[in-house]
């Protein structure tokens, strides 16, 4: 089956412009997170949807930093006026069942990630 | 901060060996996670282990828990060339919260 897509997969921009990432996650999948992810690092948290609902945005650097999931599917991250300091690797998953329970696993399926490079 | 953290950063051995993996960690968790990443990928779920257990078995995989040294370790047995990538643990925190908070990493280089 379809696992998470994500579109870019790639994305060169220059400092200023705006940019849309997308992510498609797996259907019928309850919960969606947005990660970055440096060099070297492991990933770290950005925002998270129950279907339609972002319950959590408190990973989001700033307010040039934004993200919905309109129709509680695909979504989408828009980070405004980049700066060289956006540049990373901006990762997509989702899972099953909504988080933020004592008894959820939590089990996450990643997308391939966009590489976002600005100039 | 509460992400884990992995040890060693780095660890290259010869196909055939086991590799081990540590993890520790600062708060009480609901579950601990390990992830692989191989070169230019996506990450991978490879298993979940709970608070309340304390191993946990999946094909070549052994992962232990022990929540009162806040510690994981992941041997990977009988390793093969494919297994080299960079592994992560990822601490959930449960009620209330809704993030995987993910190590640095241990970059794993198995040679053939």
């Not at chain 1, 994500?6 to 797996?26: E, F, M, N, W």
């Not at chain 1, 997509?92 to 696993?105: K, L, T, V, Y």
């Not at chain 2, 078995?57 to 370790?73: E, F, M, Y």
Request: hydrophobic residues 30%.
């Amino acid at each position: 089956g379809a696992g998470v897509s994500q579109s870019p997969r790639y994305k060169v921009t220059k400092r200023g412009q705006d940019v849309a990432l997308r992510c498609d996650p797996i259907s019928g999948h309850v919960s969606l997170y947005w990660y970055r992810q440096a060099l070297g690092q492991g990933p770290e948290f950005l925002t998270y949807f129950n279907y339609e609902a972002q319950q959590d945005k408190s990973g989001l650097p700033n307010d040039r930093f934004s993200a919905e999931r309109p129709e509680g599917s695909i979504s989408t991250l828009t980070i405004q006026r980049t700066e060289q300091r956006d540049s990373a690797m901006y990762r997509c998953a989702s899972s099953p069942r909504a988080s933020g329970r004592s008894f959820d696993g939590n089990e996450q399926f990643f997308g391939p990630g966009t590489r976002l490079t600005v100039l | 901060s509460q992400q884990g953290e992995e040890d060693p950063q780095a660890l290259s051995i010869q196909e055939g060996e086991n590799a081990t993996m540590n993890c520790s960690y600062k708060t009480s968790i609901n579950n601990l996670q390990w992830y692989r990443q191989n070169s230019g990928r996506g990450l991978v779920h490879l298993i979940l282990i709970r608070s309340n257990e304390r191993e946990k078995h999946s094909g070549r995989l052994r992962v232990t828990l022990d929540t009162s040294k806040k510690s994981s370790s992941l041997l990977i047995t009988a390793s093969r060339a494919a297994d080299t990538a960079s592994y992560f643990c990822a601490i959930y925190l449960g009620a209330g919260s809704y993030q995987l908070t993910f190590g640095k990493g241990t970059k794993l280089s198995v040679i053939p």
